[in-house]
């Protein structure tokens, strides 16, 4: 048995293993199969699979890659599991990720990033894109009591996480957009809540696959800091969209990082 199987098997998951949840699944795959990695969305707290379904889904299977979308446990069509854990949902992707038909390539966004971190160190995946990532930390909650006091304090005492349109796009997104994403949005388990307190330091990726980090520069949720400390952990820089809020994948000009992420793919060796 090789190293990365051993790090892949820990006793604690044998002992205690997660409880199987019913997850949703969204897709969208190309009319021509071409052989290329699929790509699993997964979305950050609050969010569900229904996030990446608007825009990205589409766009990606156009551009000839499988795409497929996760609404970890309690998100979404989910089923239901107010407890949930970091742990938990880092277990849906990689349960999720094997039951493709081939290697795929993880895509988390905010939080829904330190959850593919968390995911990589179990599934080899292929590569690996970070979209405005939440790794929790001080700094972090900070940032967001400092811009929403009133939506971030109950979340650090197990209430509900209520992040606000000025948090989540930017002025180009019209309202009656923005209000419909907003009024989707549900809640993360207090206890991966707490967890980003803490900022859980994710184990090292089997395989050490490419790691792409992107986000904006006027994300009102995740400091520019953030982005440049995210990417030189896994040895580069962010790529940068100014002018976008952090829901890059809902925001009026969407199409520009879902068209970087792609053109990534296309010139990386996993994507041949």
């Known amino acids: 048995m090789s190293a990365s199987e051993l790090r892949v098997m820990r006793g604690r998951e044998w002992s205690r293993p997660v409880r199987p949840a019913r997850r949703e699944v969204l897709s969208a795959v190309p009319e021509l199969e071409e052989g290329r990695p699929p790509l699993l969305f997964v979305p950050g707290f609050g969010h569900g699979a229904w996030a990446f379904a608007e825009h990205w889904l589409g766009h990606v299977a156009s551009r000839g890659f499988p ?27 990689v349960q999720v990720a094997a039951s493709l038909p081939r290697q795929a390539v993880l895509v988390g966004h905010g939080a829904g990033a330190l959850v593919v971190a ?4 179990r599934y080899p995946a292929r ?21 929403n006091p009133a939506g971030t304090l109950p979340a650090v005492f197990g209430g509900p996480l209520r992040l606000n349109r000025g948090q989540l796009f930017s002025r180009e997104l ?11 949005l549900g809640r993360a388990g207090r206890r991966a809540q707490w967890a980003l307190l803490g900022e859980p330091e994710a184990e090292p990726a089997v395989g050490a696959p490419p790691v792409l980090v992107l986000g904006s520069p006027d994300d009102r949720v995740v400091p520019a800091s953030t982005l440049t400390r995210v990417a030189r952990r896994y040895g580069s820089a962010p790529l940068l969209f100014p002018g976008m809020g952090h829901d890059l994948m809902l925001d009026a000009r969407w199409a520009e990082p879902i068209d970087a992420i792609l053109d990534w793919l296309e010139k990386e060796p996993v994507a041949h």
């Open 127 to 147: 590569g690996a894109v970070l979209v405005a990532p939440v790794f929790g930390g001080w700094g972090v909650l900070g940032a967001a009591l400092r811009r």
């Open 67 to 93: 795409a497929y979308a996760v609404s970890l446990r309690g998100h979404g069509g989910s089923e239901p599991a107010p407890e949930a854990t970091l742990r938990a949902y880092a277990h849906d992707v």
């Open 174 to 184: 019209p309202d009656e957009e923005a209000r419909r994403y907003v009024g989707r």
């Open 118 to 121: 968390h995911a990589l160190a």
